[in-house]
């Protein structure tokens, strides 16, 4: 047997469309690697975290067997392989990363006629994602045939391949260019970071929530906005009322002015002009938005 690592590994995708956002996702988490030779790993330099460079594919299949202790991979990924493998403990779903989202979607030849689920029984279904297919029409009661392709599954109607489709939609396009339109979602997907099911030694386990915290952080932090503003004292209690923030606001007294007060509350992005503009109306001045980098919960 090797000797325990000291070194936590995540693994991200290498190239496609996760690749680049999630190894910006572990900048913003205070992460600065150097890159191997053959460019499949990046060597962590100012955390003892490295970075391992595979296919999207891959990466249950590594957390599981304990290769890397973290993985940022699709919904639609870590649950196909779920199913596809009953019994097998799975990684576990730590958070939900807010990129790469996209659904699973039956997609029907524009002219076919469509009422319900029920219009798929006895029709050929080409995917990519068979048990995830299998379970949903298992769940819908439909009985049809699932035909397994690797990719290119949108021209498997006009192929005579199979009837209809089952496949990743983001803004409709690749359906639009194929006389095909989506009927029903299957799952609504997006990059997750997935944790190996295997017990951590201490060290790793503690990196690891290390990690979890900071990649949060820079999440949450891409959420939120820091508002100041002033107000008489006796507006503070509207000014509460009006704040779109899960916290209770700081409040400072001004220097000199007991009656004034100075206000600072962490809002969600969703502040806009015209909640600045309640807020002046009940007696707010000096307002001030500010974007947030880091927040440590
Ligand atoms: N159109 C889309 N819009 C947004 N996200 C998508 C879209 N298509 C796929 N995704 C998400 O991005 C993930 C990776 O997609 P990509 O096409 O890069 O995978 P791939 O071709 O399987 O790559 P790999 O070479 O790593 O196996 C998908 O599993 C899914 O979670
Ligand atoms: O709804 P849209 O925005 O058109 O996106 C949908 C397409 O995106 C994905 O493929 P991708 O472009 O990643 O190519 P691939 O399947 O060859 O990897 C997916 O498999 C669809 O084909
Ligand atoms: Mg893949």
Redesign the pocket.
């Known amino acids: 047997m090797s000797a325990p690592r000291d070194r936590l590994r995540i693994a991200v ?6 690749a680049e956002t999630s190894l910006d996702l572990l900048r913003r988490a205070g992460l600065s690697f150097r890159a191997s030779r053959d460019r499949l790993f990046l060597f962590g330099d100012n955390l003892p975290i490295d970075v391992l460079l595979v ?3 891959d990466i249950p299949g590594l957390l599981r067997e304990g290769s890397c202790e973290l993985g940022m991979v ?1 919904r ?2 870590l649950d196909e392989q779920s199913l596809a493998t009953p019994g097998v403990v799975f990684p576990k779903v730590v958070s939900t990363l807010g990129f ?3 659904h699973l979607a039956i997609a029907v030849p524009q002219e076919m006629p469509w009422g319900s689920p029920a219009d798929l029984e006895g029709l050929r279904i080409a995917t990519s994602y068979p048990a995830l297919l299998a379970a949903w029409l298992a769940r819908e009661g439909v009985a049809a045939e699932v035909v397994t392709l690797n990719g290119s599954v949108e021209i498997a109607p006009r192929l005579g391949k199979a009837d209809v489709i089952c496949d ?3 803004t409709g396009a690749t359906l639009q260019a194929n006389q095909l339109r989506e009927v029903a979602t299957v799952l609504d ?1 997006e ?1 997750v970071l997935a944790r190996t099911p295997r017990a951590l030694s201490p060290l790793l386990a503690e990196l690891a929530e290390r990690l979890q915290a900071r990649i949060d952080g820079a999440l949450s932090g891409a959420q939120v906005r820091l508002l100041m503003l002033q107000a008489p004292r006796s507006a503070l209690a509207d000014i509460t009322r009006l704040l779109p923030s899960r916290q209770a606001p700081s409040v400072m007294s001004l220097d000199g002015q007991p009656d004034q007060i100075s206000v600072q509350a962490l809002c969600h992005r969703s502040l806009d002009w015209s909640h600045l503009e309640a807020l002046r109306q009940v007696g707010a001045r000096g307002l001030m938005v500010m974007a947030v980098d880091q927040v440590l919960a």
């Open positions: 995708q290498k190239s496609g469309r996760l296919r999207d594919d699709g639609n990924v790469g989202r996209c990743l939609v983001s997907s990059a």
